[in-house]
């Protein structure tokens, strides 16, 4: 199998690289002007220069290309101009697919997201619960429902769709998902709602991505969570793990909200990060829990105890000094 991995040097593109080289691939791995490159050259992978915005360059990279990993979908990083995140996220997703038509690529695997599953009246939502309409629950949920019912709605190739959960695990170098294992590491207080998250190990939801790719009946569309957890208790744990102080209540999601969209727009003024992010906000106040079977039963996956997932992250993490060391740890 020829394949190309959009999307190469992120976190969720380097555990996904790996996992191919552990199964003896040797995938293409694209890669932005301004993109990081460093993990990548490390592993001698072989790179091609995409812009998403640039049709030519992914037509350039996918000659020859069987499956096409898609793990450089829009991702929105302040919730102020709605109109603007749909605007390029579904306008450089059509790039994609326009140059996988053109390149004649069999088979593409998107990677969308958890938020695009709804409550389920039965308790646990899977793979049938899906939202009719966009959700209107925030800039991220409407963004990645808009762009995975337009890779769903693909009949120029086959299309398969990847939803992991909460990803932890090695090379999060931005500190996305795993903020908050950050934070309670340096034993800080984020403030935080209370909600369902559902975590994966970040190499189990690689896993799942690759086979989702490679098996030749799989289904259409998958979930990829390893446990649900509320995020309060979560932090108690964490704060527990790493010998903090536990952590203050947790805030209502109106609050939680507000706060969101004002360090949003302090942000954009001063440069810099929020301590809160809206999308992250959205992601817990809104978080359903999730049956993730289908994906264990048709992939082979077995997915790791929180436990285990937190060792590999800590171990990753202390080398990469994003977390105190153990000599430090009370």
Not at 261 to 275: N, Y
Request: net charge neutral; hydrophobic share 45%; with cysteine.
């Amino acid at each position: 199998m020829n394949a190309l991995v959009l999307g190469a040097g992120g976190f969720l593109g380097l555990n996904l690289v790996d996992e191919m080289r552990a199964e003896g691939l040797d995938p293409l791995c694209a890669r932005r002007t301004r993109t990081n490159v460093i993990p990548l050259r490390s592993r001698r992978a072989r790179m091609v220069h995409v812009d998403l915005d640039e049709p030519d360059s992914l037509v350039a990279a996918m000659a020859g290309v069987d499956v096409v990993f898609h793990a450089a979908g829009h991702y929105p990083r302040h919730s102020q101009d709605g109109f603007g995140a749909m605007e390029v996220g579904l306008r450089q997703l059509e790039n994609v697919l326009d140059a996988a038509a053109a390149a004649d690529v069999r088979r593409l695997v998107y990677v969308s997201s958890t938020a695009t599953v709804a409550a389920s009246p039965r308790g646990l939502s899977d793979e049938s619960d899906t939202f009719a309409g966009a959700p209107g629950l925030g800039v991220y949920h409407d963004l990645k429902w808009y762009m995975e019912r337009r890779a769903t709605r693909e009949r120029r190739f086959e299309v398969r769709v990847a939803c992991p959960g909460a990803c932890v695990g090695p090379w999060d170098l931005r500190v996305g998902t795993s903020a908050l294992v950050v934070a309670a590491a340096h034993n800080l207080d984020v403030p935080h709602p209370d909600g369902i998250v559902a975590v994966v190990d970040a190499a189990d939801a690689a896993r799942g991505i690759l086979r989702l790719g490679t098996l030749a009946d799989a289904p259409a569309r998958v979930l990829l969570v390893g446990g649900n957890h509320r995020l309060h208790a979560l932090r108690t744990a964490l704060a527990e793990r790493y010998g903090g102080p536990p952590p203050s209540p947790p805030i209502g999601a109106a609050e939680a909200i507000a706060l969101a969209d004002a360090e949003e727009r302090r942000a954009l003024r001063e440069g810099g990060r929020g301590r809160l992010s809206r999308e992250i906000v959205d992601l817990i106040v809104h978080g359903v829990p999730i049956d993730a079977s289908l994906s264990a039963r048709t992939l082979g996956l077995a997915y790791a105890p929180l436990a285990d997932t937190l060792d590999r992250f800590d171990a990753w993490a202390r080398r990469m000094r994003i977390i105190p060391p153990l000599e430090n740890v009370a």
